[in-house]
């Protein structure tokens, strides 16, 4: 299994974490889009709104619903930067790197293609 197997497998067991899920309309905004495009806007959100050294709405910053990659980030424990440190163990308070934020795009994507198959 490896690290993003393990960390999805963890989540899963979560009450909070695994009561997000995509529903049809979601599915087919991605159908629609190409998950090529859908990648992007994931990324864009990561440098945006996770990026950054500080980030003044920590906590607050990914919406509940409105874009598939939102629900994605609170299922998958990357919405926030306190959330990257309890369950990914990516420190708070420091910019992130390039391997860190591919890292988050790769879990992001996992877990929308198994909610895609399931």
């Not at 598939?68 to 930067?81: D, E, W």
């Not at 959330?83 to 990516?90: D, T, V």
């Not at 308070?93 to 877990?111: C, F, G, P, S």
Request: glycine share 2%.
């Amino acid at each position: 299994m490896n690290k993003i197997d393990d960390v999805l497998n963890k989540l899963s067991k979560s009450k909070f974490r695994s009561s997000f899920y995509l529903k049809e309309n979601d599915i087919q905004y991605i159908n629609d889009k190409s998950l090529s495009k859908i990648q992007e806007h994931a990324y864009d959100f990561i440098k945006r709104r996770l990026a950054p050294k500080i980030i003044e709405n920590d906590g607050k910053q990914t919406p509940m619903r409105g874009h598939p990659v939102f629900i994605a980030q609170h299922a998958t424990a990357t919405c926030c930067r306190s959330c990257l440190y309890k369950w990914h163990h990516i420190p708070k308070n420091v910019a992130l790197n390039e391997k860190e934020q591919i890292y988050i795009l790769d879990v992001i994507m996992t877990w929308i293609l198994r909610e895609i198959n399931r």
